[in-house]
């Protein structure tokens, strides 16, 4: 006799992950993005509706969809849960919202690389200065200004590179809720740079210095030294791309 072979095809779940905090944020949520594309490709179809769209712009890895598109879910996907756990457990930011996509889809993403997930264009991979140089983000937001160092010492760290030769570039926003003071022997882009410039800018720097803030994230992204000055509102795990951290997960 002869044997009936059928092949199942699977729909693809679409869903459009919400998300509305700040850049830095919503670039940490870039890996889960990537992760689940490597992963469950065939299972899913992703979206974005996020605050700084332009962090998506040339990712191969999102859909264009609307909530309003028939079969979509939307999902607001939050890291709340994940600032009181990492006080007593090892977890990176970036990899909290792989487990909250887990807990609601019951899947098994897990993190692939430990950095968040960027696509410059052609264009972008142009530097932008000439020479060598260094980004500086010495100021910050008034929401946790545990973040931020004092002024003073970054100074004092700009004086110091300057005598030895090297180009700091202090870059940072001049929106609402932001303040970044003057730093003296410095190339000043404060308030002069959107989100895709600052990456372009960070990408051709040899290295940056600055808080727990977007640059630090987006300097582990495109795969540059950084030096982070951390305040005490998180464990260092939480935060910290290093090789130390166990905290990415297997």
Same mark, same amino acid.
């Given at each position: 006799?002869?044997?009936?072979?059928?092949?199942?095809?699977?729909?693809?779940?679409?869903?459009?992950?919400?998300?509305?905090?700040?850049?830095?944020?919503?670039?940490?949520?870039?890996?889960?993005?990537?992760?689940?594309?490597?992963?469950?490709?065939?299972?899913?179809?992703?979206?974005?509706?996020?605050?700084?769209?332009?962090?998506? #712009?040339?990712?191969?890895?999102?859909?264009?969809? *609307?909530?309003?598109? %028939? &079969? @979509?879910?939307?999902? /607001?996907?939050?890291?709340?849960?994940?600032?009181?756990?990492?006080?007593?457990?090892?977890?990176?930011?970036?990899?909290?919202?792989?487990?909250?996509?887990? #807990?609601?889809?019951?899947?098994?993403?897990?993190? *692939?690389?430990?950095? %968040? &997930? @960027?696509?410059?264009? /052609?264009?972008?991979?142009?530097?932008?200065?000439?020479?060598?140089?260094?980004?500086?983000?010495?100021?910050?937001?008034?929401?946790?200004?545990?973040?931020?160092?004092?002024?003073?010492?970054?100074?004092?760290?700009?004086?110091?590179?300057?005598?030895?030769?090297?180009?700091?570039?202090?870059?940072?926003?001049?929106?609402?809720?932001?303040?970044?003071?003057?730093?003296?022997?410095?190339?000043?882009?404060?308030?002069?740079?959107?989100?895709?410039?600052?990456?372009?800018?960070?990408?051709?720097?040899?290295?940056?210095?600055?808080?727990?803030?977007?640059?630090?994230?987006?300097?582990?992204?495109?795969?540059?030294?950084?030096?982070?000055?951390?305040?005490?509102?998180?464990?260092?795990?939480?935060?910290?791309?290093?090789?130390?951290?166990?905290?990415?997960?297997?």
């Amino acid at each position: 006799m002869q044997r009936e072979i059928y092949t199942l095809i699977m729909r693809q779940k679409r869903i459009i992950l919400q998300h509305s905090h700040a850049p830095g944020d919503t670039l940490v949520l870039t890996a889960l993005v990537r992760d689940l594309a490597l992963t469950y490709s065939k299972e899913f179809a992703i979206g974005v509706e996020t605050s700084c769209m332009s962090l998506w #712009r040339n990712n191969p890895h999102i859909t264009r969809m *609307k909530p309003t598109d %028939p &079969d @979509v879910e939307p999902f /607001r996907i939050c890291y709340g849960k994940g600032i009181k756990e990492q006080n007593n457990e090892t977890i990176h930011f970036l990899s909290y919202f792989h487990r909250a996509f887990n #807990r609601k889809y019951g899947t098994d993403v897990q993190l *692939k690389y430990p950095w %968040p &997930d @960027v696509h410059l264009s /052609r264009e972008e991979k142009q530097p932008i200065f000439d020479g060598r140089y260094w980004v500086v983000v010495s100021g910050g937001k008034s929401d946790f200004t545990i973040k931020v160092w004092e002024t003073r010492k970054f100074q004092a760290v700009v004086n110091q590179l300057q005598h030895l030769g090297i180009t700091c570039v202090q870059a940072g926003s001049s929106g609402k809720g932001h303040w970044h003071p003057s730093l003296r022997g410095v190339v000043d882009m404060v308030g002069q740079t959107n989100i895709r410039d600052l990456m372009r800018l960070i990408y051709h720097a040899d290295g940056v210095i600055c808080g727990v803030t977007f640059a630090m994230h987006l300097a582990a992204a495109l795969r540059r030294p950084c030096v982070v000055l951390a305040g005490g509102r998180e464990a260092w795990w939480w935060e910290a791309y290093v090789n130390e951290n166990r905290g990415f997960g297997p």
